[in-house]
Each structure stands twice: as C-alpha cells, then as structure tokens.
Antibody, heavy 121, light 107 residues
Framework: EVQLVESGGGLVQPGGSLRLSCAAS????????MNWVRQAPGKGLEWVSY????????HYADSVKGRFTISRDNAQNSLFLQMSSLRADDMAVYYC??????????????WGQGTMVTVSS | EIVLTQSPATLSLSPGERATLSCRAS??????LVWYQQKPGQAPRLLIY???NRAPGIPARFSGSGSGTDFTLTISSLEPEDFAVYYC?????????FGGGTKVEIE
C-alpha cells in the first residue's frame, strides 16, 4: 500500500524549533518529488515547500523562507521539515505530500494523514 | 504570487443536483490547474489535474474545464459522499498557491 506517515508534531513555544518527519512506503520514494502542505485550524490549504527527487532543487513559500528547511533521505525513504523561529501563525496540520509522476498525474496524488504543530506559550 | 479566488464560498444543494464551482486566477495559469476534495478530518484527495483530466479512480460525474484565468469544476449529479470542501491549486510557477475553497453542503 502506498503510504506517507508524518511524525514529529507537537506543542512548541513561540520562537522554538521542531523537526517533522515523513516515512514513505509502498513506492520508490527516490523517484518522486515531494512537498509539505499545511492547514491552519478551520482554514484552507497552504503550500509550504517542495524538494526534487535528488534534493538539488528546493522551493519555499515566502511565509516560511529563511525559517524552514526541507530535506530528504532517499536511502531511508524519508522526508523532513526542520522548522525554526516558530510563530503563532505556523500552527497547523502539516501534510507530507507526493507529487504525481510527471506527465502521468500532474498533481499532489498521495497525502499523509498530517501531524499537528501547536505554537503556544 | 498568483492568487486563486474560488466562488461561491458555500454552495447549498441537494443530492442529485448539479454543482458548478468556480476558480479564477489573478493571471493566466494556462491549463495548469488542479482540483482537490477534502472531507472533515481527512487529507485532501486529488480529483482533476491540468484543468480537465480526472485522476485515477475519480468518478465520471466529476469534470473540469477552463484555461487561462477561469476554471470550473462540475459535479453532474451530487452523491451523498460529494458533500465536502473543494480547493483549486495552480502549478504554473513558484510559489504554488491554493484557492480559499468552496464548501458544498446539503441544502
């Protein structure tokens, strides 16, 4: 079964740091581009970051640039999001998301169940 | 940054009715527009990519159309499981952005 499982969410104080992980299974992780997408409570979806298959190309939303770092370990089938200088408006469910294979399914075709990040003192 | 505006915010319909959802982009995104469905407590699900292509496993009652700045998601005859929130997203350039969503609720 194709699956993405996030972990690492929790309660953190403003200004603190947190590292999210995403374990991929059921597909050849190294051949898929990956993303993080977040959703604040009761709000819509916000794309956060993208990483290419090799990790050579990375993009961030302006709202997290300079504070968040995306990375991946293809040998461990894992995606990461290192978050620092966390603010109240970073509080959200964070989804690990697979980009579908190019020219086959051009969208986010597999989503994890999400991990909640709460920023509060 | 490309802004996607979805309308209406809420659509109140009955099962069996036709639903028409709109997504307007602040600049042309060609046909690089994607639609997702999200039910409460669940992750989003990919419905339509590149404006009009149904993702694998998506029923034929879902269809997408449009190009440039104006896009439409149509559900031809609403099933009980279709009542949910729908989001559009472009993949034209960086940053990727989503629309604010349209909630399809039971009238």
């Amino acid at each position: 079964e194709v699956q993405l499982v996030e972990s690492g969410g929790g309660l953190v104080q403003p200004g603190g740091s947190l590292r999210l992980s995403c374990a991929a299974s059921g597909f050849t992780f190294s051949t898929y581009e990956m993303n993080w997408v977040r959703q604040a409570p009761g709000k819509g979806l916000e794309w956060v970051s993208y990483i290419s298959t090799s990790g050579a190309t990375i993009h961030y939303a302006d709202s997290v640039k300079g504070r968040f770092t995306i990375s991946r370990d293809n040998a461990q089938n894992s995606l990461f999001l290192q978050m620092s200088s966390l603010r109240a408006d970073d509080m959200a469910v964070y989804y690990c998301v697979r980009r579908g294979p190019r020219s086959v399914v051009e969208g986010f075709d597999i989503w994890g169940q999400g991990t909640m990040v709460t920023v509060s003192s | 940054e490309i802004v996607l505006t979805q309308s209406p915010a809420t659509l109140s319909l009955s099962p069996g009715e036709r639903a028409t959802l709109s997504c307007r982009a602040s600049q042309s995104v060609s046909t690089l527009l994607v639609w997702y469905q999200q039910k409460p407590g669940q992750a989003p699900r990919l419905l339509i990519y590149d404006a009009s292509n149904r993702a694998p496993g998506i029923p034929a009652r879902f269809s997408g159309s449009g190009s440039g700045t104006d896009f439409t998601l149509t559900i031809s005859s609403l099933e009980p499981e279709d009542f949910a929130v729908y989001y559009c997203q472009h993949r034209y350039d960086w940053p990727l952005t989503f629309g604010g969503g349209t909630k399809v609720e039971i009238e």
